[in-house]
């Protein structure tokens, strides 16, 4: 499957090529100034082309100032902790004061983190933002080993050690999982640096709870049909050769198909917006598919047990749930402040799958469990959107504070 991706795309290279310095050519001649209609048409064409091709580097973060009433702060990317398979990405705020320290968990789910921007920029308003930027799996060599749910949960536990007591942990979707088992073994250990506050945002806790079309997606073959049909080797040109992956462009494909009308009329609206010279619609599309389409593999062992353990046997909600042999037990968090928010109308994870993280918690007392269900919106609305800024954020914000 891969190989031949990776020969559909050689091949595809020289027309990308001269589809992309004809464009220019376009649009920087005589007849494009004149407004000459078939030259904008031409154009514009070869710009959607250019669009619709899949990507496998990282977007740039596109933060680079941070404005917050009167304030307004300078950003830079700090690496603080760099593995094979991730990077703690710290975004320091130049002469901003002191403010709580917040790690951002990403997904690992055939994107990269940057389509959390709007999650990260809207705490870097009142906090110091670190976030899990996780690597391409087909740029890491096979000698970095492999990389599975255990160096996940592993990979949080060392990122909060590395930014150190009194921190403050949002995981968004698919890490929800490991987010918890890791503050509940950290706290187990009495940890230093088991993080204050801990929020899950419309994640998959106990996935028998109202199960959603992509819950039912996962039980209905065996693992084994998973291993055999999904999973594929990186091939010769890249860094991580040979390593076995679930391919982001496959990932890509199943969202895709899922919603084929809405993308279809995305492109032919872009196509539009660039022949009418409505250039500020074209550019809204253009960097959300720059976005969307930008995909990272998946290492099959990370992505088979996360299809078995949390989508096919529910470890975590029946207490089974193991990290290098060891049984994770949530019962053992009992001073982290808990806040669990889902969305009405998700239909990825639905309403009562993150809510079981209160009743694994159980230990915890009253006043340090929140759970909040936001009205009205899917799953990209909890952490995203007009809805994510005005009404689910200042509860994050204010978890986070009172757990100072």
Known sequence: MYPAYQAHSDLMWPLRTATRLSTSFLQQSAIADAGWLPARQMSAAGKVFELAQITHTRPPWRIGE?????????????????????????????????????????????????????????????HDVYVTDWHNVRDVPLSAGRFGLDEYTGHLIDFLAAIGPQAHVVAVCQPCVSALAAVALMAEDDHPATPASLTLMAGPIDCRVSPTAVNELATSKPIEWFKKNLISHVPWQHAGAGRRVYPGFVQLSAFMSMNKDRHANAFKDYYKHLVADEFDKAEVTRMFYEEYLAVADLAADFYLETVERVFQTYDLPRGEMMFKGRRVNPAAIRRTALLTVEGERDDICSVGQTLAAQDLASSLKAYLRTHYIQPNVGHYGVFSGRRWQHQVYPLVRHVIQVSQ
Do not use: C, Y
């Open 66 to 126: 941070i404005v917050n009433g009167d304030e307004r702060w300078a950003v830079t990317e700090e690496a603080t902790l760099t593995t094979p398979f991730g990077t703690l990405l710290r975004f320091r705020r130049e002469g901003a004061p002191a403010s709580p320290k917040v790690l951002v968990v990403a997904p690992m789910s055939g994107h990269f983190a940057t389509l959390l921007r709007e999650t990260v920029r809207t705490l870097l308003q009142d």
